[in-house]
């Protein structure tokens, strides 16, 4: 018995040592990262000592606010096709949370829900906007309705993309990233390895619609991944159950404000059943499935998804924007 013990052992070590020598990626460089993926767009906020937030403010700027917070492992280049397509009509805000995109380690260690909460209010305080539509995908539309309940007075109206929240929903085919996240001696290798190729098949198994996949996406979401402080906050964030937060009906109902519900009916990550669940929690919202789309609608059909967004909000009674 404590032979096979030792072989096993041997033969984990082994196979951790392939995996690191097969897939070991340093943190990239972040003056490079931000040369690549910074824009004249690109501006950062000192909200707190070490903590420097990554954000744009494009747009109409005089006009109907529009704030987008992107899910788990991506960044504020999810909405650039929304930002294209609406950016004529609508001021928008979006952003790297903390753990993300340019944004990169938070010195408070805070990766959890509530404290992206504080970050966004904190941003907006100091561009001085008390009042906006607030939308998220995935983990990021689950900060949209928490802060929805915490700030109800400076939320217009409220957009769910494939939002997080729904209790207990079973994924269906995980993307790899996300399954290596959840093995407790692999997940502890990912501050060091990260092959390209589990980026590629992780978004594959995201996005239903394979033809908006391209090696230019895939290295984005690759190489932010190793901007520094990123891999270290995905590890946090993926160790602490707390830092995902669980809605539940009577809770949400307390939402008020206008809500729009998008979801891809192909969805492996959140299931659509919780686009249903999410709308029966709020009756006063309007819920659009896609056919054959994925977690990440505004990437798969942005046309089609920012489209649906205009013409909702056109249908909105407007509260004139204080800047």
Same mark, same amino acid.
């Not at 990262?33 to 707190?48: I, T, W």
């Not at 753990?99 to 909460?117: I, K, Q």
């Not at 239903?208 to 991944?225: A, F, G, M, P, T």
């Given at each position: 018995?404590?032979?096979?013990?030792?072989?096993?052992?041997?033969?984990?070590?082994?196979?951790?040592?392939?995996?690191f020598?097969?897939?070991?990626?340093?943190?990239?460089?972040?003056?490079?990262? &931000?040369?690549?993926?910074?824009?004249?767009?690109?501006?950062?906020?000192?909200?707190?000592?070490?903590?420097?937030?990554?954000?744009?403010?494009?747009?109409?700027?005089?006009?109907?606010?529009?704030?987008?917070?992107?899910g788990?492992?991506?960044?504020?280049?999810?909405?650039?096709?929304?930002?294209?397509?609406?950016?004529?009509?609508?001021?928008?805000?979006?952003?790297?949370?903390?753990?993300?995109?340019?944004?990169?380690?938070?010195?408070?260690?805070?990766?959890?829900?509530? @404290?992206?909460? $504080?970050?966004?209010?904190?941003?907006?305080?100091?561009?001085?906007?008390d009042?906006?539509?607030?939308?998220?995908n995935?983990?990021?539309?689950?900060? @949209?309705?928490?802060?929805?309940? &915490?700030?109800?007075?400076?939320?217009?109206?409220?957009?769910?993309?494939d +939002?997080?929240?729904?209790p207990?929903?079973?994924?269906?085919?995980?993307?790899?990233?996300?399954?290596?996240?959840?093995?407790?001696?692999?997940?502890?290798a990912?501050?060091?390895? +990260?092959?390209r190729?589990?980026?590629?098949? $992780?978004?594959?198994?995201?996005? @239903?619609?394979?033809?908006?996949?391209?090696?230019?996406?895939?290295?984005r979401?690759?190489?932010?991944?190793?901007?520094?402080?990123?891999?270290?906050?995905?590890?946090?964030?993926? $160790?602490?159950?707390?830092?995902?937060?669980s809605?539940?009906? %009577?809770?949400? @109902?307390a939402?008020?404000?206008?809500?729009?519900?998008?979801?891809?009916?192909?969805d492996?990550?959140?299931?659509?059943? +919780?686009?249903?669940?999410?709308?029966?929690?709020?009756?006063?919202?309007?819920?659009?499935?896609?056919?054959?789309?994925?977690?990440?609608?505004?990437?798969e059909?942005?046309?089609?998804?920012?489209?649906?967004?205009?013409?909702w909000? %056109?249908?909105?009674?407007?509260?004139?924007?204080?800047?």
């Amino acid at each position: 018995m404590l032979r096979l013990i030792k072989w096993l052992i041997i033969l984990m070590l082994a196979a951790l040592a392939a995996l690191f020598f097969w897939g070991y990626a340093p943190d990239a460089d972040a003056a490079r990262m &931000e040369r690549k993926y910074g824009s004249n767009a690109s501006r950062f906020a000192e909200l707190e000592p070490g903590l420097r937030l990554h954000y744009r403010d494009e747009g109409k700027l005089d006009g109907r606010v529009l704030v987008l917070i992107h899910g788990s492992n991506a960044s504020l280049h999810t909405w650039e096709p929304w930002v294209k397509a609406l950016g004529s009509d609508y001021r928008i805000i979006s952003l790297d949370l903390p753990g993300h995109g340019l944004t990169g380690r938070n010195p408070s260690g805070s990766y959890d829900n509530a @404290s992206y909460v $504080s970050v966004v209010d904190r941003l907006l305080t100091k561009l001085n906007v008390d009042n906006a539509v607030i939308g998220g995908n995935s983990m990021g539309g689950g900060v @949209s309705w928490l802060y929805a309940l &915490e700030h109800p007075e400076k939320v217009e109206a409220l957009l769910l993309i494939d +939002a997080s929240g729904q209790p207990h929903a079973k994924s269906g085919e995980l993307p790899l990233g996300f399954k290596l996240m959840r093995m407790p001696v692999i997940k502890e290798a990912v501050r060091f390895i +990260a092959p390209r190729s589990i980026f590629e098949s $992780s978004i594959k198994t995201s996005m @239903s619609v394979q033809s908006k996949i391209d090696d230019k996406l895939v290295d984005r979401y690759w190489e932010l991944n190793r901007y520094p402080g990123n891999r270290e906050a995905t590890m946090l964030r993926f $160790s602490s159950p707390k830092n995902m937060t669980s809605g539940t009906k %009577e809770r949400l @109902s307390a939402i008020k404000a206008p809500v729009l519900i998008l979801w891809g009916a192909e969805d492996n990550l959140i299931p659509v059943t +919780a686009a249903k669940w999410f709308a029966e929690a709020m009756p006063q919202a309007k819920l659009i499935i896609y056919p054959n789309v994925g977690h990440i609608p505004m990437e798969e059909i942005p046309e089609k998804s920012a489209n649906d967004v205009k013409v909702w909000l %056109e249908g909105l009674a407007v509260k004139s924007p204080k800047v």
